[in-house]
């Protein structure tokens, strides 16, 4: 049986509104397919791998930001945007790796709940492969990744007729003090962490792709087939 196709676009250092309209760009396309395709083998949809050009907050479907909150953030140089993916609250800025999976979940024989804990095993499978085996995901309300008590990696999706969009944030040498203006993902009482700072060494994003694709390719089951990003 053939494996599930994936295309790669891997953006680099785009500011997030890039990000956003081409992951809007790939929804269009896949929610235009016909119903018979949706079987496992086809293609499947897009892999939007990016960094972040500039400091961005973003509010999930729960909100997150007050208007005075987000007054606030502007006014230290950073963008604030509402998006349509779960969760409240959180920060995306350089030096974090960003992945947008525009994937159609019938062709992975996957359900939203199991789409969301295969991202928190590609984020755990790369800290593994990074030198961190502690790594670990947590139930809700703690989606995403953690290193005991903090989180190296925010987990947000949106899927709507089987199709995802939004995905994961992992934190490689972002600067963690931009986390402190905000309660990231509502959760009170915990922090963040990053690669470079686990690990007591400069880690980039650049640095942990390879080992980032190695790892979607082994838990979604598919190919991956290098996109360029104008198409």
């Keep these: ?13 785009v500011p997030y509104a890039e990000v956003l309209e081409l992951q809007e ?3 269009k396309r896949l929610q235009a397919e016909p ?6 083998g086809d293609e499947a949809g897009a892999l939007l ?45 350089p030096g974090q790796l960003l992945c947008h999976p525009v994937l159609d979940l019938r062709r992975f024989g996957l359900r939203l709940r199991t ?18 085996p502690t790594a670990r995901a947590r ?6 990744v953690w290193l005991g008590e903090l989180k190296i990696c925010a987990i947000g999706v949106r899927c709507g007729k089987h199709i995802t969009s939004h995905g994961l944030a992992l934190n490689c040498c972002t600067d963690l003090t931009w986390f402190d203006r905000i309660v990231p993902c509502g959760l009170v009482g915990t922090g963040v962490t990053s690669l470079s700072k686990e690990l007591q060494r400069y880690v980039t ?18 190919t991956l087939t290098l996109e360029d990003c104008l198409n």
């Design 115 to 132: 789409h969301v804990s295969a991202l928190e095993a590609c984020a755990v499978r790369l800290c593994e492969l990074q030198g961190l």
């Design 35 to 40: 119903d018979t395709k949706a079987r496992p």
């Design 25 to 27: 760009y790939w929804l």
């Design 49 to 93: 791998l990016s960094e972040p050009a500039g400091p961005v907050y973003t509010a999930g479907l729960r909100g997150g930001l007050t208007p005075e909150e987000a007054a606030q953030l502007r006014a230290l140089g950073a963008e604030v945007r509402a998006t349509g993916r779960g969760g409240l609250a959180t920060f995306h800025g």
């Design 1 to 13: 049986m053939r494996l599930p196709a994936v295309r790669l676009l891997q953006l680099g250092r």
């Design 205 to 222: 994003v650049d640095e942990v792709m390879p080992l980032f694709l190695e790892a979607f390719k082994e838990t979604y089951k598919c």
């Design 139 to 144: 139930p809700p309300p703690y989606t995403g």
